[in-house]
């Protein structure tokens, strides 16, 4: 995105959208990765093993999408390296709706099971105050109440058209900071799937690589 807007190039809606998607299912695999890290430190190993069986799901969606599970290489200078056919849609969207209900569950494991209450509910708090002072960031900042989302705030790629909720909470604990990932993770699913009903039509999202400008303009 600095290059291109070094460069004054506007890409295509489509492209914007694309990247949005890669974006969103980069956080869920991110959240339900260490989601399931937690389960495992506080000790539920059949906890950890489910979660990242889930998430093989959304590594799935991600190579659908991108072509690779894990260093996807996805976007690129004027758009995104592949696009996407209404057959690969359906399969993502598949995907997507089958992990959402397992998210949930898991959601409800985290806010209900006696053992991870105990071990997370007041335990490493940080103040809202203290969050801002050491300009904390991302789901742990917004986990002690600070609505801080450069989603929101700067609107990138394709942002500023697909709605989504700042997921915040005001406890600060270790257990807080765990729900604001997952009550994150639904509203991933629900913006990618935005992103595959509303994909726009434009333009091709793929540029020529041999077309690309190759010099960059002074200052």
Do not use: C, Q
Request: aromatic content about 6%; charged content about 30%; hydrophobic content about 40%.
């Amino acid at each position: 995105r600095a290059v291109e807007h070094i460069l004054g190039m506007e890409i295509s809606n489509r492209a914007k959208y694309l990247r949005v998607l890669a974006m969103e299912l980069e956080r869920l695999h991110s959240h339900m990765l260490i989601s399931a890290v937690m389960a495992e430190n506080i000790g539920f190993e059949n906890l950890f093993m489910n979660i990242m069986l889930d998430r093989e799901r959304i590594m799935k969606a991600k190579e659908i999408l991108t072509g690779n599970r894990v260093l996807s290489d996805y976007m690129m200078v004027g758009g995104v390296r592949r696009d996407v056919d209404d057959v690969k849609k359906e399969k993502i969207k598949d995907l997507l709706l089958k992990t959402e209900e397992r998210i949930k569950y898991y959601r409800r494991v985290f806010e209900e099971d006696p053992t991870i209450i105990k071990r997370l509910v007041d335990v490493g708090t940080v103040s809202t105050s203290n969050a801002v002072k050491y300009s904390l960031v991302g789901p742990v900042a917004r986990a002690s109440g600070v609505r801080i989302d450069s989603r929101a705030s700067d609107k990138y790629d394709a942002y500023s058209e697909i709605p989504f909720n700042v997921i915040t909470r005001s406890e600060g604990d270790s257990w807080a900071r765990m729900m604001v990932r997952w009550d994150e993770t639904l509203e991933s699913i629900n913006m990618a799937l935005y992103v595959l009903n509303h994909l726009p039509s434009d333009a091709n999202p793929v540029p020529d690589e041999k077309k690309l400008p190759r010099k960059i303009p002074a200052g």
